[in-house]
């Protein structure tokens, strides 16, 4: 019996779980001078209200990455009626197959602050 079939399908799904899930560095230059935007270029063209939050909580509570800068403006996300922001589109499956999990990331993260 063949072997290649089990590698094939540990291979896929390796690939799903490390590459295709959650975000992947999505660094993007600024076209005006090619530098890696900052944190606050990303936070920048969210509400006031929205930044503060955001700057709160700093942190995607899925990949714990920065928010804003190169992973780009922050996306609001509701679990259970409590706000919070992720790093980009690529959180929110993560985010609403783990809600539980998810939700005390977010308590932490802006628990004091």
Sequence with gaps: MSRFPTFLACFLGAAVVFGLSGCGDKTTTDKTNGKTPSADAGLA????????????QKFCPV?????G????????????????FLCCD???STAK??????LA???KLTANK
């Design 105 to 107: 990331n977010v308590k």
């Design 45 to 56: 063209k969210l509400s006031p209200v929205d930044r503060a939050a955001a700057e709160k």
């Design 69 to 84: 800068g190169k992973m780009g403006t922050p996306i609001k996300f509701t679990i259970e009626e409590t706000e919070f």
């Design 63 to 67: 990949s714990n990455k920065p928010l």
């Design 90 to 92: 690529g959180c929110k």
């Design 97 to 102: 197959k783990e809600p539980d999990r998810i």
